[in-house]
């Protein structure tokens, strides 16, 4: 089956077509944390769901080329700056370290950029999109010094969200503060500097002031990933009106489709509401280590729905991820022992690469996790029992451990170690990467000799340390 996609511009499976098939390189853009407080679990939903398709998409042969900004300037992050007293680049340096902290602990693929919207170069980059949408009548500054984005200039505005612009108007919602604005849905572009904003301001030609939130992305990604992309993502409360707005942004600034496919993960909920800051329904990786769990096991638990179903968070759902992830783990060292054994099965068994339906297939239809696990825990079972009934050999028991090491790529599960890493090495790495934290590299190379004479090797990879025995 060919990898198809649900395209929320389209509403429908699409067949995936990259920009340029030829050179198998697909750039993606995802929507990053906004710095005012710790991620929760609710956006790692997210992230985790970007993560498996970045791993599928390389597991199919694709180069990917990923970007996800750091939202550190907005209202809700100079409100929190203000209220701590606090400049508020001090404010939002917290919690980046935070959520870089959490995604190492769910091993979330680092994306190649990360980059930040108070980036004076992004700044730049915002401030001359903004002037290029002036220029072509599709934005103006209105009374209150502000510049807007005139949607009614950009006939396509709608199109993501299925909208249609008379309802907007008829609703009559006009915030008190929004009156100079020509329509309702204007969206703001530039926002004058006020006393609130206290010394967070940037030149501009419309005077001081700092950018709204959805240029920030039109400007980091077209900046990073030029003027069209293969993949946008983000959670589905992304889809207006900021995704409605990028599009509108970029696309008027460069005339060019911005984005081939649109893919929107559904919420994490809790007791049937979304998990949100606002709600205080909402869980930190902290909050649920706390609790005795692993990022391991949170990982399992936040990937294993498809990526368009509601996920309920519950208690009982990590438990059940412990015990999924106990089978896997009792199934790979059966596996190892048997394929270790001399002594001969029966018959060969169930071949890892005979299966009608693969794990990888599953996930070609848009991801498919749900039928994907299924088909790993049906696939567990029957082999389980051939080993029971020795009718699996050992070259067939190899097989299957190379098969979980491919797909695991995709599902990056951290299992049981053949060779377990002893306490004092873990020690070690964890002191080496605190102190790598505080960058002090004398003190992390000092433990890297010391984790050297215990027989283990370090490395430092995109993803974290790690640990592999010395050869
Ligand atoms: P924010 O920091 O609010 O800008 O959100 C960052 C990302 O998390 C966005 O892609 C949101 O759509 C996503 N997100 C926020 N809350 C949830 C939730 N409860 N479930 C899934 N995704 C979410
Ligand atoms: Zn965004």
Redesign the pocket.
């Known amino acids: 089956m060919a990898l198809r996609f649900f395209n929320t511009y389209s509403r429908e499976l699409e067949q995936f077509e990259p920009r340029d098939p030829a050179a198998r390189k697909i750039g993606i853009y995802t929507?990053g944390?906004?710095v005012y407080s710790r991620?929760h679990i609710?956006?790692f939903?997210?992230y985790i769901f970007e993560d498996l398709l970045q791993r599928h998409l390389e597991l199919r042969g694709y180069k990917v080329h990923r970007v996800m900004n750091i939202?550190d300037v907005d209202d809700k992050t100079i409100r929190g700056a203000r209220e701590a007293e606090v400049p508020l680049a001090k404010f939002t340096a917290q919690f980046k370290e935070a959520f870089f902290e959490d995604i190492e602990t769910l091993r979330i693929k680092r994306a190649d950029g990360f980059p930040a919207a108070t980036d004076q170069r992004y700044i730049e980059r915002m401030i001359e999109m903004i002037g290029a949408l002036v220029s072509r009548g599709l934005a103006y500054q209105a009374d209150d010094k502000s510049v807007y984005f005139r949607i009614n200039k950009f006939p396509d505005y709608g199109k993501l969200a299925h909208f249609d612009l008379t309802q907007l108007q008829s609703t009559g919602r006009v915030k008190h503060d929004e009156y100079d604005k020509e329509h309702i849905g204007d969206f703001a572009l530039w926002k004058a500097w006020d006393e609130e904003d206290a010394n967070v301001k940037w030149d501009s030609p419309w005077g001081p002031g700092r950018p709204g939130w959805h240029i920030e992305c039109s400007a980091m990604s077209t900046a990073l990933l030029g003027d069209q992309i293969d993949i946008h993502c983000?959670?589905v409360?992304?889809i207006f009106p900021h995704h409605e707005a990028e599009i509108a942004q970029s696309e008027g600034v460069t005339g060019k489709k911005f984005v081939r496919y649109w893919l929107h993960?559904a919420?994490?909920l809790v007791d049937g509401q979304?998990?949100?800051k606002s709600l205080g329904n909402f869980y930190t990786v902290p909050d649920i280590l706390g609790k005795g769990y692993t990022g391991n096991e949170i990982r399992y638990a936040l990937m294993r729905v498809h990526y368009r179903a509601p996920l309920n968070f519950t208690w009982e759902g990590m438990k059940e991820a412990r015990e999924s992830l106990a089978r896997i783990d009792e199934w790979l060292a059966r596996l190892r022992e048997r394929s270790a054994s001399v002594s001969p099965a029966k018959n060969k068994g169930k071949q890892a690469g005979s299966m009608p339906y693969t794990f990888e297939e599953a996930l070609d239809d848009d991801l498919n996790i749900s039928a994907a696990l299924g088909f790993l825990f049906e696939s567990i079972r029957e082999t389980n029992r051939a080993m029971d009934e020795n009718k699996l050999d050992a070259a067939s028991a190899s097989a299957w451990l190379d098969w979980w090491k491919r797909i695991n790529t995709v599902l990056d599960l951290e299992m049981e170690a053949e060779v377990a890493v002893p306490p004092e090495v873990v020690q070690l790495a964890k002191d080496r990467k605190s102190a790598r934290r505080e960058k002090n590299w004398k003190r992390s190379d000092e433990l890297r000799g010391k984790i050297s004479t215990l027989g283990w090797e370090v490395r430092d990879t995109k993803d974290g340390q790690k640990l592999t025995p010395r050869t």
């Open positions: 929507c944390p906004t991620a609710g956006n939903r997210a939202t983000g959670g409360d992304n993960c919420h994490l979304k998990m949100a």
